[in-house]
Nanobody
């Protein structure tokens, strides 16, 4: 069973930056995606990366601002978030699945980390 633990959330001003980290254990042969859920809204796709880290996919709302990457051992995935906006405020989750571009393939989920962007 794959386990994922998010960290790095916090409170920042609009225009600032945060770096989220997802520690992966129990297997590294998985795509990893970041999703977020704001109050009163459903969970939304943010960014994803394939099992070996050489292919990524980003939501239109974060292109040019967020960058996903993973380390050489494939056991940690990072989401660098720049130029943050108040509408980025949400709980951010990392998830593991078989195909990084297919939302339904994500079956393992972390517990989430809160990101709050002040206006």
């Amino acid at each position: 069973q794959v386990q994922l633990v998010e960290s790095g959330g916090g409170l920042v001003q609009a225009g600032g930056s945060l770096r989220l980290s997802c520690a992966v254990s129990g297997g590294t042969y998985y795509a990893v995606g970041w999703f977020r859920q704001a109050p009163g809204k459903g969970r939304e796709f943010v960014s994803s990366i394939n099992w070996n880290g050489d292919s990524t996919n980003d939501a239109s709302s974060v292109k040019g601002r967020f960058t996903i990457s993973r380390d050489n051992a494939k056991n940690r995935v990072t989401l660098q978030m720049n130029s943050l906006k108040p509408e980025d405020t949400a709980v951010y989750y990392c998830a593991a699945g078989s195909v990084h571009t297919t939302p339904s393939s994500y079956i393992y989920w972390g517990q989430g980390t809160q990101v709050t962007v002040s206006s």
